[in-house]
């Protein structure tokens, strides 16, 4: 790391930062001891992966808000929920049935266009996005060698027609159950696949040379700055003979009988969108991290504690 003609080596955590990611200094310290509860369960969560796969229970919400989280403070969507609620606020105040006078029109403004405010909803995006993909079907992913890469936007969602992978992928506009899968690299060689699909299991497969070059360019490409690998490695990003980087779909090859109309056809998938729908329409209070588990023939929701 090099700042004022001084040279020191430090870890990825000790360089890479965003400023006023969360605007007031009391938000942001706020904001960042919620996530570091999140990021402390979910790394217990994979130093023993092996012994734990599948993941289920409360192992199954800490890796699914870990992913949420990395959505939600993307800078691009942090954006896209501050002109939402931009709106919102012009509709409310434009509505002509209130007994405010000026100064507390202002100071309603001022709260709705605060910090606090903004923080707050991203946190309950957190436990509806976190919900949808625990919702999902996972797959763990695993190449023979130190192929994958990750990044600042490691969780890579991909809509069932083919779209080039921006920053500005995370703004989701058909909703995250557009999805056909979604990626998120654990390490450099496992990743997590998410689809919809019904099988109740739940496996750990072999993944290949050209699956890994997918992901990786995924990921390369949705990076807001910089993506970064295990040193000494040279992760693949082409997909020879073509010689481009090239983003598929992985889950029709490595799920025997997933399709784009399977996709979405399922009650999984149909299932999710009814937990999030009564999420949004309940009170905030009663929160909590829900998901659909198929098991056999059958599926039902599993509530976890709130993140």
Request: some cysteine; hydrophobic content about 40%.
């Amino acid at each position: 790391m090099h700042r004022d003609g001084d040279v020191a080596t430090k870890g990825v955590r000790g360089v890479g930062y965003v400023r006023d990611l969360w605007g007031s200094p009391e938000v942001a310290i706020a904001m960042e001891a919620r996530l570091a509860e999140l990021e402390n369960r979910a790394l217990d969560v994979l130093a023993a992966l092996p012994t734990r796969w599948p993941l289920l229970g409360k192992n199954r919400s800490a890796l699914g808000a870990f992913m949420a989280m990395h959505i939600v403070r993307m800078p691009s969507y942090g954006a896209l929920v501050r002109q939402m609620g931009e709106r919102a606020t012009r509709d409310v105040l434009s509505e002509t049935e209130h007994d405010l006078d000026a100064e507390q029109i202002a100071e309603v403004e001022a709260w709705l266009r605060g910090d606090g405010v903004h923080a707050d909803t991203l946190w309950r995006h957190v436990v509806r996005f976190a919900s949808f993909l625990c919702s999902m079907h996972w797959t763990l992913v695993e190449v023979e060698r130190d192929w994958l890469i990750t990044g600042d936007q490691p969780v890579v969602l991909l809509p069932p027609v083919p779209q080039p992978i921006t920053p500005a992928s995370a703004l989701l506009p058909a909703g995250l159950s557009y999805t056909l899968e979604g990626r998120f690299t654990l390490d450099p060689r496992r990743a997590v696949l998410m689809t919809w699909s019904e099988d109740p299991e739940e496996r750990w497969v072999s993944g290949s040379h050209a699956q890994a070059c997918s992901i990786n360019c995924a990921i390369k490409a949705q990076a807001l700055q910089e993506w970064f690998s295990l040193p000494g490695t040279t992760p693949p990003l082409l997909s020879p003979p073509l010689l481009q980087e090239r983003v598929y779909p992985i889950s029709q090859e490595l799920l025997p009988g997933y399709t784009v109309p399977q996709a979405g056809a399922s009650g999984r998938r149909a299932h999710a969108e009814r937990i999030v729908r009564e999420m949004v329409e309940g009170t905030p209070q009663n929160n909590k991290i829900r998901w659909v588990r198929v098991t056999g023939a059958e599926e039902h929701a599993h509530a976890e504690a709130s993140p």
